[in-house]
């Protein structure tokens, strides 16, 4: 990645690469009530994406599946403009507030909705990789909120509510509903999902 100062302030600029997004790809499968179990190999890679940043030392802040790049032989996990962990000179550096409200972790919208800012977390992208999963399979948010809503109130709904019933079959549903569970403590980390998927796939 490039980057740099101009008159106007900062710039950066990001190799392109060549795939479709999680979310796209999976598209002609998604099924609100009978959704099919997504393919176990592309669901590993996006989390093995995720995994490297993490083992990196950072947390990516924006975890969502357009986010997710598939390509013919690379899973590209882009960008990075949110992320947080390595060092960042101060000039560059500011507060986070946030990243698109769907698959945003409750402990997020909270500390958002109660100070303004927050801190991303490993636990949090993970929350995130999991709603993602989720929604690409599925089509729906992980939790409900009308179309309409402000972020305040989306973010409320986070804070308030349970994530909807998680549908998917197989292992790849009691892997999302960990993934997705309130409590950072108990997701299990994006090495560990790694772990899981690739058990999953030697199973079959």
Not at 33 to 62: F, I, M, N, Q, V
Not at 78 to 85: K, P, Q
Request: glycine letters at 6%; a negative charge; proline letters at 7%.
């Amino acid at each position: 990645m490039l980057f740099g100062e101009w008159e106007e302030g900062t710039w950066s600029a990001q190799p392109w690469r060549d795939g479709k997004s999680l979310y796209t790809l999976w598209e002609p499968h998604r099924h609100a009530t009978e959704p099919a179990a997504p393919h176990l190999d592309e669901s590993l890679s996006c989390a093995a994406a995720l995994a490297k940043l993490h083992r990196d030392g950072w947390a990516h802040g924006d975890v969502q599946p357009n986010h997710f790049v598939i390509g013919p032989t690379e899973t590209f996990l882009i960008d990075l403009a949110l992320a947080h962990g390595g060092e960042v000179p101060a000039i560059y550096d500011f507060r986070y507030r946030g990243c698109l409200v769907h698959y945003e972790a409750p402990e997020i919208s909270r500390s958002i909705l109660e100070s303004g800012t927050a801190m991303p977390t490993k636990e949090a992208d993970v929350y995130a990789l999991g709603a993602s999963l989720f929604i690409s399979t599925t089509g729906w948010r992980h939790v409900s909120y009308p179309d309409d809503a402000s972020r305040k109130d989306q973010r409320q709904a986070i804070v308030d509510k349970p994530h909807r019933q998680i549908n998917v079959p197989g292992t790849q549903g009691k892997l999302i509903e960990q993934m997705m569970s309130r409590n950072p403590a108990d997701r299990p980390s994006s090495s560990e999902v790694c772990q899981e998927l690739r058990k999953a796939r030697s199973a079959l």
